[in-house]
C-alpha cells in the first residue's frame, strides 16, 4: 500500500442487545470511550472519525465527534453507502495513510429494527416504492433474506453444494462463540439443529442468518509511530481494497457466485506480497452463511467451488486449515456488519483471546459484504 | 405513514412510475415487456436510468421483447415480510435472464408451476397479472412444449 503505514490500536463494543431502546448516540458514545480505553487513549488524542450508517439511521460523523469531545477534527466522513463497517475502516485507513488524521476512530452502529419487520415493512407498506424497489418490491423482494436465499440456491446449483456445506458453517462458528462470553449465542447446535432451523426463503434458513441486535462498534487507527507508545503491540494494515461490478444491484450481478468479492479480493492481493498460504486466520462476513463461503473461494484459500466441502471438511474450526469467525461470526455475535471481523481478528492478532484464542497466529485477513460492493483487508501482527 | 388498518385488504406495494420507468408499466398494461434500449450502441439495460451504461448515451428508448428467457435464480419465499404476500407464501421469487442480451435480467415471480418443478436454466415465457385496473406485473411461467 502507498503512504503511512496503518495500526489498529484500539477496539471497542457498545452494549449490546434486542430492541435495547436506547438512542443509537449513546452506543456511539460506549463503543467510541470502550475503543479509547483500551488504546489508552483520551479524545484529544483523535483528530479524525468516520461513521458508516445506512439512511435512515444516518449519524452525523462531525456530531459524533462533537459528542465525544475530539477537539479538532483534521478529517471527518459519514459513510451511508457500500460494504458497512469495512466502509468506515477504508476510508479512515487511507486517511491515516495520507495523512489527513494522525489518529482516527471508525464506527458502525446498527440498529436491530434496521434490517427487521418494523422498518422493512414501513419501506414496503408505502402505496408507491420508490427507486430500484420499483422492480423489486412487486414481487416480494424486500428483505436481503431474498436475495440471499436466490444466491444460496445459484451456488448450489453451479456448484454442486449441499446444505449441509452451509450449516457445517454454522455449526463451526456456534463452536466458537460457546467460548466467547461476548457471543450473544452460546448454546451448541448440531447439523441436526441446523436442518431442522425453518426456511426464511428456501434454501435459506434461519441458522443461515446473522442475528440482528441495537449495538455500535468502534476501532481507532493511527501511525507506526504512534502506535508504538500505546497499550497493545499494534496490528497492522497490510493491504485493504474494495471491489465492485457492473449492473450491481444484488439481484442483477452478472454471477452471484462469483461476485465483487473476487474483485476485492484481486485488489487486495496486488497490493501486497503476502499468499493467501500466509494467512492464518481470518473473519469472512457471514450475514448470510453462503457470504463466508464464496470469500474463502474469492481470497484464494480453496478454488472456486470448493469452498463447500472445504467448510465440511472443518476447515474452518480451531484445528482446521483456516479457523473463521473465531467469534462466532454475526451469526452469534450478532449483527456489527463486518466490524466484529476486524474486532476479532485485531484480538487474535494480539493474542488476548483466552479460551477461543488460535496459536501462532500473525496475519489475518478480514472481509464484508457479497453482490455489487465488497471489501477486504489483510491485517498482520506488529 | 401510518401502516394500512389491520382489516383493510393490503394493497401491493405498488410500482411508482416516476421519469425514466413510466414507460415499463404503460407497456405492461398493453401486456407488453418493453426494456430501455439506447438507439446509439442497441443495448439493453433493467431497470430503465438516464444514461447508457455501455456508451454513455441519453438517448435510450423502450423497445418490446420477446417475453423468453431462463431462470438464472430463485428461491421459494417462506415468509412473508409485507401484508399483502401473507397469504401468497410460499410463493417463488426468481431472476431471469431475457434472451435479448446475455446478462440482461430482471427481478419477477416464477407462477403456474409447481415448486419443486421449478429449476434453474429453465425456459420461461411472460405472464401478466392485471393486478388493480392501473397497474399490472409481469412475471414468468415455465415455456410449455405444446405452445
Known amino acids: ?382 | 405513514m401510518s401502516a394500512p388498518p389491520s382489516t383493510a385488504k393490503p394493497r401491493p406495494p405498488f410500482p411508482q412510475s416516476e421519469y425514466y420507468s413510466a414507460f415499463f408499466w404503460e407497456h405492461t398494461k398493453r401486456h407488453e415487456l418493453a426494456i430501455q434500449r439506447c438507439d446509439r450502441c442497441h443495448r439493453y439495460q433493467h431497470w430503465p436510468t438516464p444514461v447508457c451504461r455501455h456508451c454513455s448515451s441519453f438517448d435510450l428508448s423502450p423497445a418490446v421483447v420477446s417475453g423468453r428467457g431462463t431462470l438464472y435464480t430463485y428461491t421459494i419465499a417462506m415468509q412473508s415480510f409485507h401484508p399483502y404476500f401473507d397469504d401468497k407464501v410460499p410463493f417463488v421469487l426468481a431472476v431471469v435472464e431475457l434472451e435479448e442480451q446475455p446478462g440482461l435480467k430482471m427481478v419477477t415471480n416464477i407462477v403456474e408451476c409447481a415448486e419443486d418443478e421449478v429449476t434453474i436454466g429453465m425456459p420461461v415465457e411472460v405472464v401478466f397479472e392485471d393486478v388493480t385496473d392501473d397497474v399490472t406485473f409481469p412475471q414468468f411461467r415455465p415455456v410449455r412444449d405444446a405452445s
Not at chain 1, 225 to 253: I, Q, Y
Open chain 1, 1 to 382: 500500500m502507498n503512504g503511512r503505514r496503518v495500526a489498529i490500536v484500539g477496539v471497542g463494543y457498545s452494549t449490546v442487545g434486542r430492541r435495547l431502546g436506547v438512542p443509537v448516540e449513546l452506543l456511539c458514545a460506549q463503543a467510541s470511550v470502550a475503543a479509547m480505553q483500551d488504546a489508552g487513549v483520551t479524545p484529544r488524542d483523535l483528530d479524525g472519525l468516520v461513521i458508516h450508517s445506512f439512511v435512515p439511521e444516518y449519524v452525523s460523523a462531525f456530531r459524533t465527534a462533537d459528542m465525544i469531545g475530539i477537539p479538532d477534527l483534521g478529517f471527518f466522513s459519514s459513510n451511508a453507502d457500500g460494504s458497512a463497517y469495512s466502509m468506515a475502516a477504508l476510508i479512515g485507513a487511507a486517511a491515516v495513510a495520507s495523512g489527513s488524521t494522525d489518529m482516527c476512530i471508525t464506527l458502525r452502529p446498527i440498529m436491530q429494527s434496521t434490517a427487521t419487520g418494523a422498518s422493512v415493512e414501513r419501506q414496503a407498506a408505502e402505496s408507491f416504492v420508490s427507486g430500484p424497489n420499483e422492480f423489486l418490491a412487486p414481487y416480494g423482494d424486500i428483505s436481503g433474506a431474498h436475495w440471499a436465499g436466490m444466491y444460496m440456491q445459484r451456488t448450489m446449483y453451479e456448484y454442486g453444494f449441499t446444505e449441509q456445506m452451509f450449516g457445517a458453517l454454522a455449526v463451526a462458528q456456534r463452536e466458537y462463540a460457546v467460548d466467547n462470553p461476548e457471543a450473544i449465542m452460546r448454546s451448541p447446535i448440531t447439523m441436526e439443529d441446523y436442518l431442522a432451523s425453518r426456511y426464511i426463503n428456501k434454501p435459506l434458513r434461519l441458522f443461515d442468518c446473522d442475528y440482528p441486535v441495537d449495538s455500535c462498534s468502534a476501532l481507532i487507527f493511527t501511525t507506526e509511530e504512534r502506535a508504538r507508545d500505546l497499550a497493545h503491540k499494534p496490528v497492522f494494515f497490510e493491504s485493504w481494497a474494495m471491489g465492485t461490478v457492473n449492473p450491481g444491484d444484488f439481484n442483477l450481478v452478472e454471477s452471484m457466485p462469483r461476485s465483487s468479492t473476487y474483485a476485492a479480493a484481486n485488489r487486495m492481493w496486488a497490493k501486497t506480497d503476502l499468499k493467501p498460504a500466509d494467512v492464518d486466520i481470518t473473519g469472512l462476513y457471514d450475514g448470510f452463511t453462503f457470504i463466508t463461503l464464496q470469500w474463502i473461494e474469492a481470497l484464494g484459500f480453496c478454488g472456486e467451488g470448493e469452498s463447500g466441502p472445504f467448510v465440511l471438511e472443518g476447515n474452518t474450526r480451531r484445528d482446521g486449515k483456516l479457523p473463521t469467525n473465531t467469534d462466532g461470526g454475526a451469526c452469534n455475535m450478532g449483527r456489527r456488519h463486518g466490524a466484529n471481523f476486524f474486532i476479532e481478528v485485531t484480538r487474535q492478532l494480539r493474542g488476548e483471546c483466552g479460551e477461543r484464542q488460535i496459536p501462532g497466529v500473525e496475519v489475518g485477513a478480514v472481509s464484508n459484504s457479497v453482490g455489487g460492493f465488497t471489501a477486504c483487508a489483510l491485517l498482520t501482527a506488529g
